[in-house]
């Protein structure tokens, strides 16, 4: 059994947490991946993997991992009436 490594005793580190994919945030959410995307693609804290910069005439490729801690601070922000 994997145990989560810890960084002075604060909790897992960062690498270590859970990362969600957009595709698994959208369906506990009920939204579209393309939404998740665009709510996650600019928040700190977010892995975003693949080249990020445009390329002229091409699409760019890029795959979002999306921390626990990130999740549930956007969760936060967005649940405030």
Known sequence: MATALKLAGTGPAPFAERHYSPAE????????????????????GVLVIGNTTPRRGKRSYTTLR?????????HRRMSRV
């Open 25 to 44: 945030i959208a369906e506990l959410w009920s939204l579209s991946v393309d939404s998740i995307r665009k709510m996650f693609e600019n928040e700190p």
């Open 66 to 74: 999306i921390p626990a801690n990130v999740l549930e601070r956007v």
